[in-house]
């Protein structure tokens, strides 16, 4: 199965700073999907990011909040952008295996915590 | 409303004990799909098993099997001979397929702690 590397893998960070995470899989995958997971909370999609398009971002989510780039096929970056203590969660990027179950393989998450 | 429930946030099983974690889903798709997945304390992602909405049998992974009813709208997952390394959150996901977009959304998860 692909190999999905993401980082940082933690980061503390300064409110109203902007943090970009990135995910590397090394296999071409159409459709990657960001989640967010806060903490002691299930996983809420941010949104789904196919190449050389504009990312679809799910409801209560927006692109200047959380821009998303995915230049290439294998690779994926997503931005969260002036950030407060309300955004400390894990980040995880993900992509659909290729069989016919599709389930999801996940990076390792970002863990970011906003002072 | 809730297309994944999870009604329980916690449970405690004894070590060696089967354990069933449930799972009820709301879909007016005929098509789609049921995961269940792991997250240990080191927070990665495990997946662990899948039902199809058409498979008229029960997945089974191992130790891992999955109750499906499709009438309920169910399908709990069950661990036999639960282990230590068995304590972790477990997450109920749903794919529909008739949306054509590969989405899948989870469920508020139940954390499951094995005693010795």
């Known amino acids: 199965s692909a190999v999905i590397s993401q980082k940082p893998s933690r980061d503390i960070c300064q409110r109203g700073t902007s943090l970009t995470i990135q995910c590397q899989v090394d296999?071409?995958?159409?459709?990657m999907f960001w989640y967010r997971q806060q903490p002691g909370q299930s996983l809420t999609l941010i949104a789904t990011?196919?190449?050389?398009?504009?990312?679809?971002?799910e409801s209560g989510f927006v692109i200047d909040k959380f821009p998303i780039s995915r230049p290439n096929l294998t690779f994926s970056t997503l931005t969260v952008s002036n950030m407060s203590p309300e955004d400390s969660s894990i980040y995880l990027c993900?992509?659909?295996?290729?069989?016919?179950?599709?389930?999801?393989?996940f990076g390792e998450g970002s863990r970011l915590t906003v002072l | 409303a809730q297309k994944i429930t999870q009604t329980q946030p916690g449970m405690f099983v004894q070590e060696k004990e089967a354990v069933t974690l449930d799972c009820t889903y709301d879909?007016?798709?005929?098509?789609?799909?049921l995961f269940w997945y792991k997250q240990p304390s080191s927070g990665e992602m495990i997946f662990l098993i899948y039902?199809?909405?058409?498979?008229?049998q029960n997945a089974t992974e191992g130790r891992y099997s999955l109750n499906f009813q499709k009438a309920r709208k169910s399908a709990n997952l069950v661990i036999s001979a639960s282990q230590l390394g068995d304590s972790a959150m477990y997450f109920c996901?749903?794919?529909?397929f008739g949306r054509g977009d590969d989405k899948i959304i989870f469920g508020k998860g139940t954390r499951l702690h094995i005693l010795p």
């Open positions: 993900s992509f659909t295996s290729g069989r016919n179950t599709g389930e999801l393989f």
């Open positions: 296999s071409q995958v159409t459709m």
């Open positions: 990011a196919n190449q050389g398009s504009e990312a679809t971002y």
């Open positions: 879909t007016s798709d005929q098509s789609y799909g």
């Open positions: 039902q199809g909405s058409y498979d008229e």
């Open positions: 996901a749903m794919r529909e």
